[in-house]
């Protein structure tokens, strides 16, 4: 129930206890009509008491709660300072919950909150005037009804009927709360008003704020005088990317500052007169378009590559010799001469700085290590490098750029290995030269002319950047695995180095110095026994791998590693590698011993071939059938070796009475000769004297000496002609233990240099098919 006890106003009584009506996110004022609804079931009977008796109730504001608050108000939560109401009219809702109108009447300070029961209620102390100063109140109603008729005028606040019922109250204190019932304000501004204790503070407030709300009037104002000259009104969405230009003017974010830095660049950067020339082209083209426009965004971009390259940024190179050649004999066992030519090209450096830098092309085997090699020399010359893949490129765009004017254009890959290594001179290493590739979209190859000319380089032009940009203190290290795959022009600007296979000897040196420690490390075996003796290394390389390089070596030596490991981490044991025990561990061995090939036979005759992936043993095998006079090749031989064969069957032919053969045998028979692996193709004239050594061989019944291997090319004269990848070809008889070699004598100027290869060998240089089958017919058994 209400309390008895009231205090009297002009409204009349006022009972001391009230039922507290929260409102959550407005203020009520004195004179104010508000709407409010009402879940709470505490809140309702406290209305529902209020309707019985005085009808009045206490409104009081809840405190401002964080965004990410959505929990129930607390009595903590409530102001102390509220608005004694009338309740006029109440509406029960049908989903629950009642809907009341009341009328502020008077402010009402809160002494105690009584949450007893099922009522919230309050003592309240009943605040009917405010201190009124008449004459400093007259004083600040008159200088605030210009305010109010500007902002009035503005349309922002006030309705246009406003003015006409203020001039109608004449009540200082009913016109602030007139004044107060149409401004916004949020919560903790309105409550600040309404606790004012003086018409002169409330007044000042009012003011204050609509001070507030006049700034803010004049600010747009501005923002659309700004704005209106440019304005085209045919397109909303440029007036309104204007207005926001504007509005981050007037807050001091102008969004040019991205702008104002690359303008900066165009100015500060060494860049050639041709780049500054375009980028402040192109700059004036962003600043007079839309910057939100797609164009807007393809010029931002191109500006932005511009001046991130590296112009005039050289790495100064290290001069000093036995810092290099300590650094490149660390990387890479053998491999003599390509160090020798990165030594004497620093060694010309140091005496001339703007030197003849050299476009390398090392071509050789897999696994022989081209591309760390190339790495090496980056590192012993103390420049950046970065490595760039051809592999399958076929878009001549991948070299030049794509053009602006295509969607997700960018730089070619030179000039983006140029900004990424953030240097004008670094080492690019160009991998798989030979494996790039021509289509309908260009001839990426041709493309590559520009960059590795000498000539032609220092002015190299991208299709994106769209100017020239220097690539001659660029220092180009090109990877091939097969020569002849590189068109001629190409080849011919670059200094090819041959990077033939390693012998046995080179072998073991390099898995003794560097694939044993890296494995180790790489297994984390570093302090737990882990150890490969000489004997098992000798095992793997004769016994598991006939490669040129060291790739399979290298994953062999991994895997029992990985052997040892699993041993180790499962029972806690260790393993002691053995020759005799390493098929337990690697499995049957890859490469039996070549009893068979060393066998002399007829008709079979040792070849040497070349391929990409290095030197090999190519059997020759020629048989006789009766027919008439045919002659057959099979194994997947290319039309120069079948070339060849033709060539040595006529030989033969002229020359039977000399090998005492019965003409009447190459009518009566057919002759079948074969290269085994049938499925890889071959080809080339270099097996020409191997050839005619079958041929021979079958139709005089003399064996084949087994120990001789054999290459050279043979013209219809008899004469042995010189050859190609003669180092590889070595390799494979020494690999395959071959004693004897048989080699065309215009080849013996190409063995220099080679000593260490052909060491234990029985070389036979020969000029004429007569000398060769004297080493290799046996007499007939």
Not at 524 to 529: A, D, P, Q, T, V
Request: with cysteine.
């Amino acid at each position: 129930m209400e309390s008895k006890k009231t205090e009297t106003c002009q409204h009349g009584e006022i009972p001391s206890v009230l039922p507290i009506v929260p409102t959550i996110d407005v203020v009520v004022f004195p004179h104010m009509v508000v709407p409010l609804l009402i879940l709470d079931e505490k809140i309702i009977k406290g209305v529902e008491l209020a309707l019985n008796g005085s009808k009045k109730i206490l409104l009081l504001a809840a405190r401002q709660q964080a965004e990410d608050y959505h929990g129930p108000i607390g009595i903590h939560d409530l102001h102390k300072v509220g608005t004694v109401g009338t309740i006029m009219r109440v509406m029960n809702l049908p989903e629950g919950g009642i809907k009341i109108l009341t009328q502020g009447i008077c402010k009402g300070v809160v002494e105690e909150i009584i949450a007893e029961g099922e009522l919230l209620q309050a003592h309240i102390k009943v605040v009917e005037k405010l201190v009124v100063d008449r004459q400093e109140v007259d004083k600040q109603l008159h200088n605030l009804l210009p305010v109010i008729e500007r902002v009035s005028s503005a349309g922002r606040v006030f309705s246009p009927d406003f003015q006409a019922i203020l001039s109608q109250i004449e009540d200082p204190e009913r016109v602030a709360d007139f004044i107060l019932s149409h401004l916004s304000l949020n919560v903790t501004q309105a409550q600040a008003l309404l606790e004012q204790d003086s018409l002169h503070k409330l007044l000042e407030g009012i003011a204050l704020n609509l001070t507030g709300e006049l700034e803010i009037n004049n600010v747009q104002e501005a923002i659309r005088s700004n704005t209106r000259d440019s304005i085209n009104k045919s397109q909303r969405e440029y007036y309104l990317r204007e207005q926001l230009k504007a509005i981050q003017k007037e807050l001091g974010e102008d969004s040019d500052n991205e702008l104002d830095d690359i303008k900066n660049k165009i100015h500060s950067l060494p860049m050639s007169d041709e780049a500054r020339s375009e980028a402040q082209k192109q700059m004036k083209r962003l600043e007079k378009i839309s910057p939100e426009s797609m164009e807007a965004a393809v010029i931002r971009t191109h500006l932005e590559w511009l001046v991130a390259m590296p112009w005039g940024v050289l790495t100064k190179d290290m001069l000093d010799i036995m810092h290099a050649k300590n650094i490149l004999d660390e990387h890479h066992f053998g491999l003599d001469e390509i160090k020798e030519r990165i030594l004497d090209f620093l060694s010309m450096r140091a005496l001339k700085d703007d030197c003849h830098t050299p476009i390398l092309c090392l071509v050789g085997p897999p696994g022989v290590g081209k591309t760390s090699l190339a790495q090496a020399i980056a590192d012993s010359l103390g420049r950046k490098n970065f490595r760039i893949s051809l592999g399958g490129v076929y878009d001549e765009s991948e070299i030049r750029g794509h053009r602006r004017t295509y969607v997700g254009a960018m730089p070619g890959r030179f000039v983006q290995a140029i900004k990424r290594s953030g240097s004008s001179n670094p080492v690019i290493i160009i991998d798989e030269i030979d494996k790039i590739g021509a289509s309908n979209r260009g001839d990426p190859s041709a493309a590559l002319l520009e960059v590795l000319d000498p000539e032609q380089n220092s002015t190299f032009y991208d299709n994106y950047l769209g100017v020239h940009y220097d690539f001659s203190k660029v220092m180009f290290i090109a990877t091939a695995n097969d020569l002849a795959a590189i068109p001629g022009p190409l080849r011919d600007r670059m200094e090819i180095i041959q990077l033939s296979g390693y012998t046995h000897e080179e072998k073991f040196e390099i898995a003794h110095r560097h694939l044993v420690p890296k494995a180790i490390s790489n297994s984390g075996l570093g302090n737990h026994g882990f150890a490969v003796t000489d004997d098992i290394i000798h095992e793997i390389i004769e016994g598991y791998t006939r490669e040129s390089g060291v790739r399979e070596l290298s994953r062999l030596i991994q895997k029992l590693c990985a052997k040892f490991a699993r041993a180790y981490v499962e029972n806690h044991s260790e393993i002691h590698f053995e020759k005799d025990h390493l098929v337990e561990y690697l499995g049957p061995r890859r490469i039996p011993i070549e009893i068979l090939m060393k066998k002399s036979k007829i008709g079979v005759t040792n070849g040497l071939a070349w391929t990409m992936y290095g030197g090999e043993i190519l059997q020759v095998e020629a048989a006789l059938a009766p027919g008439c006079g045919k002659l057959l090749l099979t194994g997947q031989l290319g039309d120069v070796m079948k070339e060849s064969a033709q060539a040595a069957m006529t030989y033969a032919k002229a020359h039977a009475d000399l090998f005492g053969i019965d003409q009447k045998m190459f009518t009566s028979s057919d002759l079948h000769i074969h290269l085994p692996a049938g499925a890889i193709p071959k080809d080339g004239p270099s097996a020409g004297i191997a050839l005619l050594s079958s041929i021979l061989s079958v139709f005089t019944k003399r064996a084949i000496n087994g120990d001789y291997a054999m290459t050279g090319e043979l013209n219809l004269q008899g004469s042995v002609l010189p050859i190609g990848g003669l180092k590889e070809k070595i390799l494979a008889a020494k690999q395959y233990g071959l004693s004897h070699v048989i080699l065309p004598r215009l080849n013996e100027k190409d063995l220099v240099g080679m000593d260490k290869i052909h060491a234990g060998l029985d070389l036979i240089f020969v000029d004429s098919v007569e000398e060769v089958l004297q080493h290799v017919l046996l007499p007939q058994g």
